[in-house]
């Protein structure tokens, strides 16, 4: 089954290649990878994508709540959450199909960023599946050139965020 886990994470060196470490050495395959900053500076969100039984997700979950530089950990898929992938497409589009992929996106959500006919390029935002066919639909009607994807990202659905866990009170 397909996972989406949100790590919270230290931004210190050699940070994400302990977490990128600890599913190699186990033979865990990373899907999506996704890292960025928190409205904290010294924390960075990992959100990563993975397959596994349920018992081996959380095995995996376990072992990255060891990690020295893990801050929080949460297997989103375990509950109710959004997730969302960018897609940036470049195109080869055919003069006389042009008004037929600008249609298509503009149905789709997306938006042109740039129409010129050898680096037509366009972008949409939307659940793994639909990015998925907005590429395979727009392959029908243009050359694809490049493909960018973001990977998943997530966010549950919870009133509790995921946040860096309490300090222990100093007695």
Do not use: C, W
Not at 21 to 40: H, K, M, Q, W
Not at 65 to 70: E, M
Request: charged content about 20%; proline content about 4%.
């Amino acid at each position: 089954m397909r996972h989406i886990i949100a790590i919270l994470l230290q931004n210190e060196a050699g940070a994400l290649t302990r977490v990128a470490g600890l599913f190699s050495t186990r033979g865990y395959n990373i899907e999506s990878l996704s890292v960025a900053p928190t409205d904290d500076p010294t924390v960075s969100r990992l959100t990563l994508v993975t397959t596994g039984s349920d018992p081996v997700i959380q095995q995996i979950v376990n072992q990255l709540n060891k990690l020295v530089d893990v801050v929080n950990v949460l297997d989103m898929t375990r509950g109710e959450h959004l997730e969302r992938e960018l897609v940036l497409l470049k195109l080869r589009v055919a003069p006389a199909d042009t008004d037929t992929v600008r249609g298509h996106v503009v149905r789709s959500g997306g938006r042109v960023l740039d129409p010129a006919v050898d680096g037509f390029i366009v972008e949409l935002t939307a659940s793994e599946a639909e990015v998925s066919g907005f590429v395979a639909e727009l392959a029908r009607s243009a050359q694809l050139l490049e493909v960018v994807r973001s990977g998943a990202l997530g966010i549950s659905r919870s009133a509790r965020p995921l946040r860096a866990r309490p300090a222990a009170a100093s007695a």
